[in-house]
Nanobody, 129 residues
């Protein structure tokens, strides 16, 4: 089992920045990738970003098109933390943001919520225009 706890959400003006954090605990040694998803009111949960451990090749990052160039995902393996730095925030970024972890390896679609085994409770991000 892996437990995930998000933090860092809040209210920010359009154009501002926030950094979300996700603290992992439990059997984190078997984690292969972690991702951030978000869900706005009345909408389905959507992929935001993911980071996959790829051994000697280094981590591989994935982003949905709408956040490329504005958001950056990173991790601190020693602290068992994953971060989402969000810059140039827009009103359409308003959502509950969820951290997720997967133990799946191989041909995994890290952009799909179905591939993730563990989820946090979410943190609210509200961007005022």
């Amino acid at each position: 089992q892996v437990q995930l706890v998000e933090s860092g959400g809040g209210l920010v003006q359009a154009g501002g920045s926030l950094r979300l954090s996700c603290a992992a605990s439990g059997r984190t040694s078997t984690t292969k990738a972690m991702g951030w998803f978000r869900q706005a009111p009345g909408k389905e949960r959507e992929f935001v970003a993911a980071i996959a451990w790829s051994g000697w090749r280094g981590d591989i990052e994935y982003y949905t098109d709408s956040v490329k160039g504005r958001f950056t995902i990173s991790r601190d393996n020693a602290k068992k933390m994953v971060y989402l730095q969000m810059n140039s925030l827009k009103s359409e970024d308003t959502a509950v943001y969820y951290c997720a972890a997967t133990q799946k390896d191989g041909d995994v679609a890290f952009t799909s919520a179905l591939e993730y085994d563990y989820w946090g409770q979410g943190t609210q991000v509200t961007v005022s225009s």
